[in-house]
């Protein structure tokens, strides 16, 4: 892939719905992650998610599961 800025987001869609379940109040129920996925507290930017790639990258983000 060309060197630039990416996001990257991850959903274990465990209901197989294809789309980020949540509950009556809006909490995630399902499993995710993205880049700086712990300090998030809204929706986020790109900016606030981005990832800069040039030559060989690897990246790996520890999925977050609701309790």
Known sequence: MPDGD??????HDVD????MTTDATGKITEGWST????ALRAKPTFDQVKVSVSGDAAISETMIYPK
């Open 35 to 38: 880049v700086n996925a712990a």
């Open 16 to 19: 197989g719905n294809f789309d």
């Open 6 to 11: 990416y996001a990257v987001s991850v959903l």
